[in-house]
């Protein structure tokens, strides 16, 4: 297509479909811009609509985990569930694709390649690996916190004859494991999900776990019709309770004590209140668990010693039992799995101890033994927070580009830009709260704050700007220190690019919590954009206004 058709110019292109990408495109129209978003996928969805895999579900409440721009849409749309599954939640946001008329500025199908800013016409060029070009003065990438996959290169894997699956790239046709052995590698919060699934079907299944990970019962049912007419009764102040809550979710109180200043009967009952109840805000039952080894040693107790009363097996319960930090990785919501190792076609294999040496054409092979296998599972999870990013060739002609930016790790101003990348935006980038929150929640506030950033610059006759390199390196700093503070600094997580091997150590988001991460957000805009430059092009180019 000819770059200098009019149709292919825009006021802004958005990279993703998801929460953030139909959010932001229903914003920037209302302000009257001319927006198109790129996806992938054949419909919307982004997160929800890849990972289809058997058992995938939010670990955040329905009632929560849905959008607060549309009163209308919040009292329309009726949960089935407590903690809503992928089919659900897919379903959820094609219904608000529909309502709101969004599809027919999407363009499915389609994967950004590059993306290359001019100086001299001050505006983004985006390709496409169809090759393809659009123009725009902004470019905003709602590119998912956690859509890279992380696909492990183990020798042998191409001469595998059996089926085999990320994950992340589920086929929308069900796959039947009747009757078959199946291998899933991968422990953390996908692969607890997927196992107890998975079991009801295989012959036999074999668990390749590198990690024992704590796991919550998520105590999950039919929505309760009572709560949900609370909630939507009350909608606004839920929200604004998520909105200023350090997490993103509303319902439990901040709290205010330290494990070690209770009596250990009083601890056990706010422990249990917590695990009763379902979800994984257990760490949240006391102000210090992720911050005073002691008192993160007394929960993680608590812990192992609720998962090891599940599992019949005393050694498959040792190697089921984490050795880290309770909290300092993800935390899981359990739906059976524990209770699968008490089958007897599941079989734990500690690739910790013996790692995974090499695939053969039926086979998974150990230092120990070698496992046959019909058809095998990776839930290895993601490049999270960046890798989605850095497989885009982003950069400035002539210029810096993110992957030379960031080739020391990540650096971004409130996870909204990254300095010497003018009008590019990022939602949920690194150095906000993103996987540490309700992401919808977060998403949200970064899509209100950038548009309204943009209509702010619209108004003023406005079009250039920049994250200064002095505020992105403060708010570095602040980000660091703040995580310092805390044990998850210290794990080696997904948190901390340790799962992606030759990945530049730090901790990606914001540990200072949605409420105070938004207060700052807003105190920079009242305070005119501070941080950031905005100018005309004209002036960034250093001509006269």
Same mark, same amino acid.
Request: with cysteine.
């Given at each position: ?19 953030a990408g ?10 009257g ?7 992938a ?39 089935s569930?407590?903690?809503a ?6 379903r ?5 694709a529909?309502?709101f008329?969004?599809r ?17 016409r ?12 659009y ?15 992380s ?27 009747? #009757? ?9 919060s ?7 699934r ?9 668990v390749?776990?590198?990690t024992?990970n ?14 949900e007419?609370?909630?939507k009764?009350?909608y606004?102040?839920?929200r ?9 979710v ?9 494990v ?57 319960a040792?190697a ?15 739906t ?19 790692p995974?040496?090499a ?12 496992y ?9 999870g ?5 890798g989605?990013?850095?497989a885009?060739d ?8 993110l ?8 650096h ?15 939602v949920? =980038?690194? #150095? ?8 919808v ?17 619209q ?9 200064l ?6 708010w =570095? ?6 995580? #310092? ?19 530049p150590?730090g ?10 991460f ?10 005119g ?17």
């Amino acid at each position: 297509m000819s770059v200098e058709n009019n149709d292919q110019h825009y006021d802004v292109l958005v990279v993703g479909a998801g929460f953030a990408g139909l959010y932001l495109l229903h914003r920037l129209r209302a302000q009257g811009m001319r927006v198109k978003v790129f996806e992938a996928g054949d419909d919307v969805g982004g997160t929800w609509y890849w990972n289809r895999y058997p058992g995938a579900r939010c670990d955040v409440e329905s009632l929560e985990y849905s959008f607060s721009f549309s009163e209308e849409l919040q009292q329309e749309w009726k949960w089935s569930e407590r903690y809503a599954g992928q089919p659900e939640i897919l379903r959820y946001l094609q219904h608000v694709a529909d309502r709101f008329d969004l599809r027919r500025d999407v363009l499915f199908n389609t994967r950004v390649a590059r993306a290359r800013f001019s100086p001299a016409r001050n505006e983004w060029t985006v390709n496409t690996e169809a090759g393809e070009q659009y123009r725009a003065r902004y470019c905003v990438m709602a590119t998912g916190n956690l859509s890279k996959a992380s696909v492990p290169d183990i020798p042998g894997i191409e001469s595998f004859k059996g089926r085999w699956f990320h994950t992340s790239a589920w086929p929308k046709e069900p796959v039947d494991f009747t #009757g078959l052995r199946v291998g899933v590698v991968g422990t953390g919060s996908t692969g607890i999900q997927l196992v107890p699934r998975v079991a009801e079907q295989a012959r036999h299944l074999y668990v390749f776990q590198r990690t024992a990970n704590y796991c919550i019962p998520l105590r999950n049912g039919p929505q309760d019709a009572g709560i949900e007419r609370d909630v939507k009764g009350r909608y606004a102040a839920v929200r604004k309770q998520a909105r200023e809550s350090p997490s993103g979710v509303a319902g439990f109180n901040v709290p205010t004590q330290s494990v070690l200043e209770v009596r250990p009967e009083e601890r056990e009952a706010a422990f249990e209140r917590r695990w009763n109840w379902g979800g994984i805000g257990l760490t949240r039952a006391f102000n210090d668990v992720l911050f005073n080894e002691e008192s993160n040693r007394i929960a993680s107790e608590y812990v192992k010693r609720k998962m090891r009363e599940v599992v019949k097996d005393p050694k498959v319960a040792d190697a089921l039992t984490p050795t880290y930090p309770i909290g300092t990785k993800r935390l899981c919501a359990d739906t059976g799995y524990f209770q699968a190792f008490n089958r007897d076609n599941v079989t734990l294999v500690d690739i910790r101890r013996s790692p995974i040496r090499a695939m053969g054409p039926h086979s998974v092979e150990t230092g120990e033994a070698t496992y046959e296998v019909d058809a095998l599972i990776f839930a290895t999870g993601f490049d999270a927070m960046t890798g989605t990013l850095l497989a885009i060739d982003i950069g400035v002609e002539n210029g810096p580009t993110l992957r030379s930016l960031w080739a020391d790790g990540p650096h971004a101003y409130l996870g909204l830009m990254v300095a010497g990348l003018p009008n590019l935006f990022m939602v949920t =980038g690194p #150095g906000s709260p993103s996987v540490l929150s309700n992401v919808v929640v977060s998403i949200e506030q970064h899509v209100e704050w950038i548009t309204n950033c943009l209509a702010h610059m619209q108004e003023r006759g406005l079009d250039h700007i920049e994250a200064l390199a002095d505020a992105q390196q403060t708010w =570095g700093d602040h980000v660091n220190e703040v995580a #310092g503070r805390s044990l998850l600094a210290k794990a080696s997580s997904w948190y901390t690019g340790a799962n992606i091997p030759g990945k530049p150590r730090g901790f990606i988001p914001y540990m200072g919590g949605v409420g105070a991460f938004r207060a700052h957000c807003d105190e920079v805009a009242r305070n005119g954009y501070q941080g950031f430059a905005l100018s005309t092009a004209r002036q960034a180019q250093g001509s006269p206004a």
